[in-house]
């Protein structure tokens, strides 16, 4: 098997990256989204990422979107300005081939590069071995689960919390 090109998304990778997601949406619970967006929602959503100074890439595999990842504000405070929220989605064809975990290692050096020092996984489902395997790899530590709070399917779903260090974390002040 070729290792997939990992690079920047551009907007002609949103028709790609919309039907990956709404196949998520409608089928998964790695994410909580009840409704799946539309290609003009979605390209509102990857703008302003990319506007607000976060990364964003797509893994093209056999000619093909096979998944994309991206980080993003962890919550809105400015006291969490250093932290960022990463997320992963494949496309189902492609599972299980490690392109999860290469987008991963791009995304967190991108992130390290941009001077972001803490990386937040929030995982929608406790059940989801594949990405809670997919961040300990990439060297992330379990915080904790938040237990059923999030009802999709007719059942209650719980989301866990794994953490890791951007470049030198919390080992210095950044600017000082």
Same mark, same amino acid.
């Given at each position: 098997?070729?290792?997939?090109?990992?690079?920047?998304?551009?907007?002609?990778?949103?028709?790609?990256? &919309?039907? +990956?997601?709404?196949?998520?949406?409608?089928?998964? !619970?790695?994410?909580?989204?009840?409704?799946?967006?539309?290609? &003009?929602?979605?390209? #509102?959503?990857? #703008?302003?990422?990319?506007?607000?100074?976060?990364?964003?890439?797509?893994?093209? %595999?056999?000619?093909?979107?096979?998944?994309?990842?991206?980080?993003?504000?962890?919550?809105?405070?400015?006291?969490?300005?250093? !932290?960022?929220?990463?997320?992963?989605?494949?496309?189902?064809?492609?599972? #299980?081939?490690?392109?999860?975990? %290469?987008? %991963?290692?791009?995304? +967190?050096?991108?992130?390290?590069?941009?001077?972001?020092?803490?990386? +937040?996984?929030?995982?929608?489902?406790?059940?989801?071995?594949?990405? +809670?395997?997919?961040?300990?790899?990439?060297?992330?530590?379990?915080?904790?689960?938040?237990?059923?709070?999030?009802?999709?399917?007719?059942?209650?779903?719980? &989301?866990?919390?794994?953490?890791?260090?951007?470049?030198?974390?919390?080992?210095?002040?950044?600017?000082?």
């Amino acid at each position: 098997m070729s290792a997939p090109d990992i690079r920047p998304t551009v907007e002609a990778d949103l028709p790609a990256i &919309t039907a +990956i997601y709404q196949q998520a949406v409608r089928e998964g !619970t790695a994410t909580f989204e009840l409704e799946p967006p539309d290609l &003009t929602e979605m390209t #509102r959503r990857y #703008r302003a990422l990319v506007d607000g100074g976060y990364p964003y890439f797509v893994a093209i %595999l056999e000619g093909r979107v096979a998944g994309y990842a991206y980080a993003g504000a962890y919550r809105p405070r400015p006291a969490y300005r250093f !932290t960022v929220e990463n997320s992963i989605y494949l496309n189902p064809s492609f599972h #299980r081939r490690g392109i999860g975990s %290469l987008l %991963l290692e791009r995304l +967190i050096t991108e992130c390290e590069a941009r001077g972001f020092r803490q990386m +937040i996984a929030v995982i929608g489902d406790s059940a989801n071995a594949g990405s +809670i395997g997919v961040h300990t790899r990439g060297g992330f530590k379990m915080i904790g689960t938040h237990p059923s709070v999030g009802l999709k399917f007719g059942r209650w779903l719980d &989301t866990v919390m794994m953490q890791r260090d951007l470049g030198e974390g919390a080992g210095t002040v950044p600017g000082t």
